[in-house]
């Protein structure tokens, strides 16, 4: 039996594809010193913009890394909650109110 890969509407595999259609944005990004030294701009100003977006950049993903990790402690909790369900279904016996009930809808 063959099995089927999930593709984009367009039928790329994003694992697959070696050019990308759109690029990925960065998961992080790296502090270069020679892009962010005052020798190399030649003003301070824009030593301090380029400073002042890295600053905005990283408070970003720090603020995506939050909200995914809300995300994931919240699920957590669900899923637990829903083995916990399970559990006690499963430990549960049939009463035979239900057993006559269950007899009756076959």
């Known amino acids: 039996m063959a099995t089927t890969a999930n593709l984009s509407s367009n039928g790329d595999d994003p694992f697959v594809n070696s ?3 759109q690029p990925s944005p960065h998961r992080y ?3 270069d010193n020679q892009v962010f030294s005052l020798y190399n ?3 301070p100003a824009q030593a301090k913009r380029a400073l002042e977006a890295h600053l905005k950049d990283t408070e970003r993903r720090i603020q995506d890394a939050s909200k995914l990790g809300t995300t994931l402690l919240q699920q957590r909790k669900d899923l637990a909650a829903r083995l ?23």
């Open 41 to 43: 701009s030649g003003s």
């Open 19 to 21: 050019n990308p259609t």
């Open 84 to 106: 916990k369900e399970v559990e006690e279904g499963a430990s549960e016996d049939i009463t035979p109110e239900l057993q006559k009930k269950l007899d009756q809808l076959e």
């Open 29 to 31: 990004a790296s502090f």
